[in-house]
């Protein structure tokens, strides 16, 4: 059996998707057929890196937001909703990473920092979840950390910090999400794996056949769970209303 990965028909939205892994992600999702909402902070930057990917014969638009602002990011996923869809997939990619010590490092730029990194994703995945609950669709949020949330490195304590807390804020969105996310978990016996279904030995055998091939090549020592996001905590103890 010959498996292919094939995103046709699906709008891929992409957060910071100008330059570096952004552009990169936004690429490949596009080589896989998918229809790619290429976000970046100015219209240029976005417009620019969406002309790119449309002329190498990617279904591509440019939608400008910054990601600190909440009601740009409503504004932009309103746009990417009515132009082109519910995104199935949003990698929430954009980020910074300013180098400074921690004994100069100004108010303001620890701020900035946070707002883009951490509440860039909070705003992003908020928003596109509302979207996608309303629109009745399951998707996919993919966000970006960085080794820097395990390992402290000089002259990044914001970064670390942000980096640190995207990781936990992706396993609780994980937890709370799950039910309204997949549309499995509706009818799944009661059980408390966010996925809302028992693994099934294909899950496993899909994962095992990704981490085996060269998509995932640059991956080493990493370890993956695939739990249906079991591991990011326990769905059942809620608090009463
Ligand atoms: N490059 C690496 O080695 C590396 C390693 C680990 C994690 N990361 C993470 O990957 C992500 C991308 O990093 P990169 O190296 O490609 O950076 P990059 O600077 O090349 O790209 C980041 C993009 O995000 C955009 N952006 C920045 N602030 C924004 C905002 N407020 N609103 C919307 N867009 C904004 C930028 O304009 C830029 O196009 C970041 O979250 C970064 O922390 C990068």
Redesign the pocket.
Known sequence: MTISIDFSGQVVLV????????FAISEAFGRAGATIAL???SPD?AERAAGELSRAGTACRGFS????DAMAVRSMVDRVVTELGPPAVTVV?????PNTPFLELPEEEWDRVLD??LK?VFLTCQTVAKALVSANQGGQLLT?????ANTAFWGWSH?CAS?AAVVMLTRAMALELGEHLDEAYKHAARTSIPIGRPGEPTDIANAVLMLASPLTDYMSGAVVAVDGGSSSGRTGVRPKS
Not at 93 to 97: C, V
């Open positions: 957060t910071g998707g100008a330059s570096g892994l952004g976000n970046d902070r930057r937001a910054d990601v600190r990619n954009a980020g910074i990473y883009t990194n860039g970006v950390s960085s080794g820097a970064y980096k």
